[in-house]
């Protein structure tokens, strides 16, 4: 019997997935649509086994080790487990310097 784990979308979370989408939408509604439940679906396969996300490779060479990730190109899903639950930070654009937004969200809450 395999245990689960509640997915959990953090606001900052929401609100990137939300600018990411209506920017999408403004040049094809229709792709955005199918990004969102691309998006969507992956982050809620995570009940099942949050742990096959990778560790974020430039946190991880800061020492913080709590927070994996799963890509979705050209998007990254930023999460951390704790206890049963996954709560998904951030959706973050890969092409932009994602060390800073990383460091700027989360070396404050660590």
Avoid: H
């Avoid at 049963?84 to 969200?105: A, C, F």
């Amino acid at each position: 019997m395999t245990s689960e784990y509640k997915v959990i979308w953090a606001n900052v979370a929401e609100n990137d997935l939300k600018n990411i989408i209506a920017y999408i939408a403004e040049d094809s509604p229709q792709n955005a649509l199918s990004i969102l439940t691309k998006i969507r679906q992956k982050a809620s396969r995570l009940y099942a086994l949050p742990e096959r996300g990778r560790m974020v490779p430039e946190l991880q060479c800061q020492g913080i080790v709590q927070y994996r990730e799963l890509i979705i190109s050209p998007w990254r899903l930023i999460y951390r487990i704790f206890e049963r639950k996954v709560y998904v930070l951030s959706v973050i654009d890969s092409r932009q310097n994602v060390e800073d937004i990383l460091l700027k969200r989360f070396i404050n809450k660590i």
